[in-house]
Nanobody, 122 residues
Framework: QVQLEDTGGGLVQAGGSLRLSCTASGRTFSNLYMSWFRQNPGKEREFVAAINWSGDRPSYADSVKGRFTISRDNARLMMYLQMNSLKPEDTAVYYC???????????????WGQGTQVTVSS
């Protein structure tokens, strides 16, 4: 069993930055394919970014490419999402997700964090 905890959300002005963190329980962290998703009320969960097991192959949604950076530290059991040049449309609850399979942009990840709210004011 894997438990995820995502933190780091908050209120920021447009153009600002935030860094989200996701920690995972267990010693199998380096075997997890991990991602960030976001969701607003009444809307489908949206893929944001993903990173492979070794951390050398990130992928991004077009809407965040060039502004967000996903990374991981397997030794510390942590994954991060550095968000720069934030826009009001980035406002959402952000979730980290993990699976032992290569899930990429699928929403069928087995493990999810509880979510952290990001609000970007204009």
């Amino acid at each position: 069993q894997v438990q995820l905890e995502d933190t780091g959300g908050g209120l920021v002005q447009a153009g600002g930055s935030l860094r989200l963190s996701c920690t995972a329980s267990g010693r199998t962290f380096s075997n997890l394919y991990m991602s960030w998703f976001r969701q607003n009320p009444g809307k489908e969960r949206e893929f944001v970014a993903a990173i492979n097991w070794s951390g050398d192959r990130p992928s991004y949604a077009d809407s965040v490419k060039g502004r967000f950076t996903i990374s991981r530290d397997n030794a510390r059991l942590m994954m991060y999402l550095q968000m720069n040049s934030l826009k009001p449309e980035d406002t959402a609850v952000y979730y980290c997700a993990a699976d032992f399979r290569n899930m990429e942009r699928s929403t069928e990840y087995r493990y999810w964090g509880q979510g952290t709210q990001v609000t970007v004011s204009s």
